[in-house]
């Protein structure tokens, strides 16, 4: 488990919780929940466990931005994705959450993966709420908590 996230970059954020797959750091003030992903490949049913977590953070009011550092990530599972892009992202919105920065791996391929599972998510549930949410890629936190 290597952290890919300095020091220096949450120096303001305080760590919420930490499992074996991910990190979580919360900063109210600034009104953000950052998820490092701290593995190669996370199951689903741990992704699922992790990102119930951070709901149950989310929900305690607030929050307005989701920071996911993907950059430990070296498998790509479509499942997963779709469970968080439909599901997770639309609960999150109800609570506020509509401002997400992501940061991926640098491999060019992880990028080529994410945009076609997206376009495949955005053909199959053409109801989604992609419009309603402000998303962007970043390259590190510092990028993605100042946009």
């Given at each position: 488990?290597?952290?890919?996230?300095?020091?220096?970059?949450?120096?303001?954020?305080?760590?919420?919780?930490?499992?074996r797959y991910?990190?979580?750091?919360?900063?109210?003030?600034?009104?953000?929940?950052?998820?490092?992903?701290?593995?190669?490949?996370?199951?689903?049913?741990?992704?699922k466990i992790?990102?119930?977590?951070?709901g149950e953070?989310?929900?305690?009011?607030?929050?307005?931005?989701?920071?996911?550092?993907?950059?430990?990530?070296?498998?790509?599972?479509?499942?997963?994705?779709?469970?968080?892009?439909?599901?997770?992202?639309?609960?999150?919105?109800?609570?506020?959450?509509?401002?997400?920065?992501?940061?991926?791996?640098?491999?060019?391929?992880?990028?080529?993966?994410?945009?076609?599972?997206?376009?495949?998510?955005?053909?199959?549930?053409?109801?989604?709420?992609?419009?309603?949410?402000?998303?962007?890629?970043?390259?590190?936190?510092?990028?993605?908590?100042?946009?």
């Open positions: 488990m290597n952290s890919t996230i300095n020091s220096s970059e949450i120096q303001d954020f305080v760590v919420a919780f930490e499992q991910a990190r979580v750091w919360v900063n109210r003030d600034k009104k953000t929940v950052i998820c490092e992903l701290l593995t190669d490949y996370v199951p689903i049913e741990d992704f992790a990102f119930g977590q951070i953070i989310v929900k305690t009011g607030g929050f307005e931005k989701f920071i996911f550092d993907k950059r430990a990530l070296r498998a790509f599972h479509q499942p997963t994705m779709e469970w968080y892009f439909i599901h997770w992202k639309k609960e999150m919105l109800e609570y506020g959450v509509k401002t997400h920065r992501k940061i991926l791996p640098a491999e060019k391929w992880f990028e080529k993966m994410v945009q076609i599972a997206k376009n495949q998510i955005l053909q199959t549930y053409p109801d989604n709420i992609i419009n309603q949410l402000d998303i962007k890629y970043c390259d590190t936190i510092d990028e993605a908590i100042s946009m």
